[in-house]
């Protein structure tokens, strides 16, 4: 088994740290994991993105070219990202911020449109954790890790003052997963 992803959006809507969380949740299977956050200029509003690798196998490298999937957060993203999924991969784009208009040069891809802000105030009451609710769609379609190992992925993960939103989180993800 071997999966690939690229993350991407805004700084500020949590796209390192969904990719963070997925990463521990590959390592509590005891799964071979790359975490490849790129920081820069990009958490002050421009495309921030992180890659992970998640395999049974070693891994070569944590740079991607062409990934099996994408989790796309705002339009720029789609921009730049879209057109590196490989062919028969897939993307979970949130469809809060991206329209069907938005993803026409990229219709002949496969994709679901996640209302995220929603699902996450449906399934969590918060809309911040739209970003997770991705996370449920993503892990939902590709099975790379199970939903169940991410309550350990976020105690790893999240600082210890984020803690009592563990629930919350557990919630937006199961959300998403329901969603897809």
């Known amino acids: 088994m071997y999966f690939d992803t690229i993350i991407a959006g805004f700084g500020g809507q949590g ?3 969904i ?3 997925l990463a521990y949740a590959g390592i509590a299977e005891e799964k071979n994991v790359t975490y ?3 920081y820069g200029v990009e958490m002050r509003g421009g495309t921030a993105n992180c890659t992970i690798v998640v395999s049974d196998d070693e891994i070569g490298s944590p740079i991607i070219q062409n990934p099996v999937s994408a989790i796309i957060m ?3 993203s789609l921009d730049k990202f879209a057109p590196r ?3 028969d991969g897939f993307m979970i784009i949130n469809s809060t911020l991206i329209t069907e208009e938005d ?3 990229f219709n002949s891809k496969t994709y679901a449109m996640v209302p995220s802000r929603d699902i996450a105030i449906e399934s969590a009451g918060n809309e911040k954790l739209a970003n ?3 996370l449920g769609a993503t892990i939902k379609k590709s099975g790379i ?3 169940s190992s991410m309550e350990k992925a976020l105690t790893a993960g999240l600082d210890k003052r984020y803690h009592h939103l563990i629930d919350a989180n557990l919630k937006a993800l199961q959300g998403g997963a329901d969603f897809v």
């Open 74 to 76: 705002n339009v720029p």
């Open 36 to 38: 490849m956050p790129v």
């Open 15 to 17: 796209v390192m740290l």
């Open 85 to 87: 999924v490989k062919d």
């Open 132 to 134: 997770m609710v991705v």
């Open 19 to 21: 990719g963070n969380i």
């Open 103 to 105: 993803m026409k040069p």
């Open 145 to 147: 890790v199970q939903l």
